[in-house]
């Protein structure tokens, strides 16, 4: 089965009108198995706030993430720190220690990430 890493920027545009709807319909119909880190929630609700969802649609969110069945792992800290002094912020770097550690391809909608993390990307 396919396995891969998915960041917040990356869960929250399965849900956007020009979403990308390939890796959700495999996800949906049990053909890929989506791992996150550890504080996933966390950063999609973070990341839906700044991206200006009302309090509403932000509660409405919330039990969705929860009952996605996504797979969470704890990054290991060295790989964790190595991401970190490459510039990344703590939940972007800990989606790609992640990826690195189980060595899956990462999903990533976060500009900086895909810079920084370029190698671990999934291929289009």
Do not use: N
Request: proline share 5%; net charge negative; hydrophobic share 50%.
């Amino acid at each position: 089965m396919k396995r891969l890493v998915l960041d917040a920027a990356a869960f929250l545009a399965w849900f956007g009108q020009d979403a990308d709807r390939r890796l959700r319909d495999e996800y949906e119909a049990g053909t890929l198995v989506v791992l996150v880190s550890t504080g996933f929630s966390i950063s999609v609700l973070d990341a839906a706030a700044r991206g200006g969802w009302s309090p509403d649609r932000l509660r409405a969110l919330a039990p969705l993430i929860a009952r996605a069945g996504l797979e969470v792992h704890e990054p290991r800290t060295d790989e964790l720190a190595r991401w970190l002094g490459r510039g990344l912020s703590a939940h972007p770097a800990a989606s790609a220690a992640v990826a690195e550690g189980l060595g899956v391809p990462l999903v990533s909608g976060d500009a900086e990430l895909r810079h920084v993390a370029s190698t671990l990307l999934l291929p289009d």
